[in-house]
């Protein structure tokens, strides 16, 4: 149907649905009129981001008026930004899986209740590259844990559940065929490794603590390349487990930075 899934039973029990992180609700705003007619989601880290990329949007559907004013829908809350632009929406979602998967859940029950149709989700941010040209644009294929396999594990009261971190394969082909309209930006599909922090988890050797040696580091990023991880960031398992699990058709590009 094309429908955007919630599984929670619970929902249909609930006199009203509160986004508590997105400062909207079922009883305080008409969530179909809305956003009824978006299909397209678009998520980053940085709201200032997500601003600059919704007016980019604006700027390129040819909408009316400049986009400079375009309003933050989620201002009633500090915890996420939301802009439209026609039928994309552009959201922040903060730093790191528990920050990504709060906005997540609150974003597709927000789709569902709003009866939003073929809704496409595409993470862009940036990432650590691994092997590849600075200034490669990555585009994931399956997004893998620190151990390089395709799961994304979550702590559900006492148990370990485990989820698949499969993206849409033909979405991350046809995001190639467009990269190729941009030359100057090289492009490639490859494994995404999602850590769960920045310092540590990512074999930095400048962080408050650091408990290995510079060859073990090398020698664990090499694994890692020879595992198919060709950029490092904070976010795309928890990503791909709930879109996979919501019927969401998603991808994530990132741009590498270093």
């Given at each position: ?17 509160i986004l508590y ?16 007619d978006i299909k ?41 930004a939301m802009y ?175």
């Amino acid at each position: 149907s094309g429908l955007v899934l919630v599984k929670n039973p619970h929902l249909d029990l609930m006199e009203e649905d509160i986004l508590y992180h997105l400062d909207l609700g079922t009883k305080t705003h008409n969530l179909p009129a809305m956003f009824g007619d978006i299909k397209f989601v678009c998520v980053g880290g940085s709201p200032n981001r997500m601003r600059a990329f919704a007016q980019f949007m604006h700027r390129q559907l040819g909408l009316a008026g400049d986009g400079e004013d375009v309003a933050d829908i989620c201002a009633g809350s500090d915890r996420y930004a939301m802009y439209r632009a026609g039928p994309v929406l552009s959201i922040s979602h903060g730093m790191g899986i528990p920050s990504i998967s709060i906005m997540l859940h609150e974003l597709i029950k927000l789709l569902h209740h709003a009866k939003c149709r073929d809704v496409t989700i595409i993470r862009i941010g940036t990432s650590g590259g691994l092997g590849i040209e600075a200034g490669s644009v990555v585009i994931t294929d399956v997004a893998v844990d620190s151990s390089f396999q395709p799961r994304f594990e979550q702590v559900v009261l006492d148990d370990v559940v485990v989820r698949s971190t499969e993206l849409d394969k033909g979405l991350a082909e046809e995001l190639l065929a467009c990269s190729r309209e941009i030359p100057d930006v090289p492009t490639l599909i490859g494994h995404t490794m999602c850590t769960y922090d920045f310092y540590e988890g990512q074999g930095r050797l400048d962080g408050a603590l650091c408990s290995f040696s510079s060859e073990k580091k090398l020698e664990y990023l090499r694994k890692a390349y020879d595992a198919g991880v060709r950029n490092i960031e904070m976010e795309s398992t928890a990503f791909a487990a709930l879109c996979g699990l919501c019927g969401l058709k998603g991808e994530s590009c990132c741009f590498h930075l270093l």
